[in-house]
């Protein structure tokens, strides 16, 4: 499975955006995906995930309200509509496939896409 994360850009605080991952290949539909990020000095943590057949959803705490996360395996795609941004929400954001139960864990994923930087102004 090969994805492509799209998407980012800057905002302002309190905005909003919308983040996509197309992935390629007919087994899209068969992974849990997921949605991590990165800020600078800081380790990869997860955001959100969707199960494979999306009708379940985690979020981390932050995310809760704000966050989120859908999928379309009609067209291989997984979203993150992102709303009420702060700048702490500053980072490269990065989808991923996962075979395993355990979605919060970069560990688990076994796929990643390249990234896409948000920039949150205040």
């Known amino acids: 499975v090969q994805l492509q994360a799209s998407g980012g850009g800057l905002v302002q605080a309190g905005g909003s955006l919308r983040l996509s991952c197309a992935a390629s290949?007919?087994?899209?539909?068969?992974?849990?995906m997921g949605w991590f990020r990165q800020a600078p000095g800081k380790e990869r943590e997860f955001v959100a995930a969707i199960r494979y057949g999306g009708h379940n959803t985690r979020y981390t705490d932050s995310a809760k309200g704000r966050f989120t996360i859908s999928r379309d395996n009609a067209k291989n795609t997984v979203y993150l509509q992102m709303n009420s941004l702060k700048p702490e929400d500053t980072a490269v954001y990065y989808c991923a496939a996962s075979g395993s139960y355990y979605l919060t864990l970069p560990t688990s994923y076994d796929y990643w896409g390249q990234g896409t930087l948000v920039t949150v102004s205040s």
């Open positions: 290949g007919r087994t899209f539909s068969s992974y849990n």
